[in-house]
């Protein structure tokens, strides 16, 4: 197993990092405590793209590069414009009335959402599911049962969805049908004692997986084997991988759970990486 050193912190006062994506090489993230989502340069230069007074609010992109975002308190999804306009994409509301959390869009311009279950922190847990949300903006559920869906990725074949149970302690895949619905579920990799949190797919067909109690990131391969860990002295929320050569690896951390900080703690840090991003996002 490799452990990742030489880490970098690229950018530092965040309130709190989440759902990077690796997009027009820039790292792209929300940060849900100021309600912005925030374009990271490579060198660590960075502007906010656009406000959205939402929570959570996690994003990616339609393969004509339009933002997505979702915006868990109204229960929709929404699109930005060429001009900046942000516009409803797609009512999420009459699927289920909970926080709606992350997403992942296939290069058909299919968008997968999915909810946990359940008011978080406070609730009862409760089943989470997915959603398919077509380009057109119809909504239909495709998968259940799920133990607090988090992040979710799809393989660079456009074949299989897997998706991180953070309550769960698993990875769980599905194949993706013809017409954008989810099969075949099976476990990817059980990670023992993790709660595996944002994911992100390398051109080797491994999983990177964040997990806030145990402050790291893991690469996994299909089965559980662990090829690799970067380990961080926060909370480690999600991860995205840079494409081409030179891959690298970008987390957003922060301390979680403890005693109220009285400033920003979030992070986002960059390791130099074994194998390049793949696959959506």
Same mark, same amino acid.
């Given at each position: 197993?490799?452990?990742?050193?030489?880490?970098?912190?690229?950018?530092?006062?965040?309130?709190?990092?989440?759902?990077?994506?690796?997009? =027009?090489?820039?790292?792209?993230? #929300?940060?849900?405590?100021?309600?912005?989502?925030?374009?990271?340069?490579?060198?660590?230069?960075?502007?906010?793209?656009?406000?959205?007074?939402?929570?959570?609010?996690?994003?990616?992109?339609?393969?004509?590069?339009?933002?997505? $975002?979702?915006?868990?308190?109204?229960?929709? %999804?929404?699109?930005?414009?060429?001009?900046?306009?942000?516009?409803?994409?797609?009512?999420?509301?009459?699927? #289920?009335?909970?926080?709606?959390?992350?997403?992942?869009?296939?290069?058909?311009?299919?968008?997968?959402?999915?909810?946990?279950?359940? =008011?978080?922190?406070?609730?009862?847990?409760? *089943?989470?599911?997915?959603?398919?949300?077509?380009?057109?903006?119809?909504?239909?559920? !495709?998968?259940?049962?799920?133990?607090? *869906?988090?992040?979710?990725?799809?393989?660079?074949?456009?074949?299989?969805?897997? !998706?991180?149970? #953070?309550?769960?302690?698993?990875?769980?895949?599905?194949?993706?049908?013809?017409?954008?619905? %989810?099969?075949?579920?099976?476990?990817?990799?059980?990670?023992? =004692?993790?709660? *595996?949190? +944002?994911?992100?797919?390398?051109?080797?067909?491994?999983?990177?997986?964040?997990?806030?109690?145990?402050?790291?990131?893991?690469? !996994?391969?299909?089965?559980?084997? $662990?090829?690799?860990?970067?380990?961080?002295?926060?909370?480690?929320?999600?991860?995205?991988?840079?494409?081409?050569?030179? *891959?690298?690896?970008?987390?957003?951390?922060?301390?979680? +759970?403890?005693?109220?900080?009285?400033?920003?703690?979030?992070?986002?840090?960059?390791?130099?990486?074994?194998?390049?991003?793949?696959?959506?996002?």
């Amino acid at each position: 197993m490799t452990v990742l050193r030489d880490m970098t912190v690229l950018m530092e006062g965040i309130a709190f990092g989440e759902s990077p994506r690796w997009h =027009d090489g820039r790292l792209w993230f #929300s940060d849900w405590g100021a309600h912005q989502v925030i374009a990271l340069d490579p060198d660590g230069g960075h502007e906010v793209v656009v406000s959205v007074p939402s929570f959570p609010m996690c994003i990616d992109f339609l393969p004509d590069g339009r933002l997505l $975002v979702v915006d868990s308190p109204r229960r929709r %999804l929404l699109r930005r414009e060429a001009d900046g306009s942000m516009v409803t994409h797609a009512d999420l509301a009459p699927i #289920s009335e909970k926080p709606w959390n992350d997403l992942v869009v296939d290069t058909g311009g299919n968008a997968y959402v999915n909810t946990i279950g359940f =008011d978080f922190p406070g609730g009862e847990p409760a *089943p989470g599911s997915i959603v398919l949300v077509t380009p057109g903006g119809s909504v239909r559920l !495709v998968a259940g049962d799920l133990a607090f *869906p988090n992040g979710m990725a799809i393989t660079a074949d456009g074949a299989t969805l897997v !998706v991180a149970e #953070s309550h769960g302690n698993r990875l769980t895949a599905y194949d993706i049908g013809p017409d954008g619905g %989810l099969g075949n579920r099976r476990v990817w990799a059980d990670t023992g =004692d993790d709660h *595996p949190d +944002g994911i992100c797919v390398d051109a080797e067909g491994a999983i990177w997986y964040a997990d806030v109690a145990n402050r790291h990131c893991v690469r !996994v391969r299909e089965g559980g084997e $662990v090829l690799a860990t970067a380990e961080l002295d926060r909370g480690a929320f999600a991860c995205a991988l840079s494409r081409g050569d030179q *891959p690298q690896l970008y987390v957003v951390g922060q301390e979680y +759970g403890g005693p109220q900080a009285t400033e920003p703690t979030g992070q986002v840090v960059v390791f130099p990486a074994p194998a390049p991003g793949a696959g959506r996002p």
